[in-house]
């Protein structure tokens, strides 16, 4: 448990606020990126880094590419993202070892676990489990293909709450 005796209650997100219906614009949660300037979002994935392995480079390509539709991806989670797709690697590579032959020691397992609980936890960073994806606070990217009277419909939605 977190801090101490007197600190209450933690917030609910925003997000879950809205999908229960108990959302109220004046009682929106205000934090520092929200009032200051937000690192810009990356809409295209940069270039696969060259030293990442299979696995990595296929976490990049396909979630990285999802992320940033999603519009979760900023600048600045790029170091992030990497290093999770280099334990990707490396847990590939401990999982290949341990499947092998050759004779493995308890070590071995304690370290494929370490990686793995490590990159659960960048997991949860991104929203990629679904408990994440509840608190995460993602912002709406715009669909391209949706039709101008849809967004009409939408923007009046959003005005009468």
């Not at 209450?8 to 879950?16: E, L, M, Q, Y």
């Not at 929106?28 to 880094?49: G, R, T």
């Not at 999603?70 to 290093?83: C, P, R």
Request: hydrophobic share 30%; glycine share 6%; net charge positive.
């Amino acid at each position: 448990m977190a801090g101490n005796s007197n600190s209450g209650r933690a917030p609910k997100p925003d997000g879950i606020k809205k999908l229960e219906g108990t959302y109220r614009k004046d009682r929106e949660h205000k934090d520092f990126m929200k009032e200051n300037a937000q690192p810009s979002k990356i809409i295209k994935m940069p270039p696969v880094p060259k030293d990442l392995g299979k696995k990595g480079r296929e976490v990049w390509k396909k979630t990285g590419t999802l992320l940033a539709q999603k519009g979760v991806l900023s600048e600045i989670d790029m170091e992030a993202f990497y290093t999770m797709c280099k334990m990707y690697d490396t847990y590939d590579a401990l999982k290949e070892y341990l499947e092998s032959p050759v004779k493995t020691k308890a070590q071995d397992f304690y370290k494929a676990q370490t990686v793995y609980k490590a990159i659960k936890e960048l997991w949860a960073e991104f929203g990629l489990t679904p408990k994440a994806r509840m608190k995460l606070n993602a912002p709406e990217v715009a669909d391209p293909n949706e039709s101008p009277l849809a967004k009409q419909l939408k923007k009046a939605r959003e005005q009468k709450k």
